[in-house]
């Protein structure tokens, strides 16, 4: 099975809906500032493992995700709209990085100012996703591609995509 095999249980969504994608980061936003406000451990784990769900399996084994795509998404009388799932794939890698480094840092060594900072990064970004429908992650994405640091064959959506808005 490919990573992309939609019957794969560790495969990533190509295309993903930009509506649900948007919907995730909005929950994710609401999760981070929930744990900020309480400094409940068990949000701050539960962010970073559906970060690293979504990384590996997209929304399968994300709660999350899976509320989104099975619950929320279908009873919005809004069309799919496709875009790559490389780059979202990507994205996600971030927010696992940015949440477990603050899960780390947070409950492992009590840095708790650290664990601060890289949340509100994450809030930030997300919030870009959420409310204005910018993908940071896709952006950092696009700018790997042009400099050839991900080679186009990663996402060739993406490279037919970004060269005719270049």
């Known amino acids: ?34 744990f900020l406000a309480t400094r409940w451990d068990v ?21 999350l ?24 794939r990507f994205a996600q890698g971030i927010g696992a990085v940015l949440a477990g480094c603050a899960a780390v840092a947070s409950i492992g060594f009590g840095a708790d100012a650290l664990a601060t900072v890289l949340l509100v990064a994450l809030v930030v970004a997300a919030s870009l996703e959420a409310f204005v429908g910018f993908c940071l992650g896709c952006w950092i994405f696009r700018l790997l591609m042009r400099t050839g640091a991900v080679p186009a064959s990663t996402c060739e959506a993406c490279d037919d995509i970004w ?3 270049s």
Do not use: C, N, W
Not at 43 to 63: D, E, H, I, K
Not at 69 to 78: D, E, Q, S, Y
């Open 65 to 88: 995700g899976r509320v989104v795509t099975g619950v929320v998404r279908p009873r919005l009388p809004i069309e799919p709209r496709e875009v790559p799932g490389p780059p979202k």
């Open 163 to 165: 060269s005719r808005s």
């Open 1 to 34: 099975m490919t990573a992309t095999d939609p019957h794969s249980v560790l495969s990533f969504p190509h295309p993903v809906d930009e509506v649900s994608a948007r919907l995730v980061a909005t929950g994710v936003v609401l999760q981070a500032i929930l």
């Open 43 to 63: 949000l701050l784990v539960m962010l970073a493992y559906g970060f690293v769900a979504r990384v590996l399996a997209g929304p399968t084994l994300s709660p």
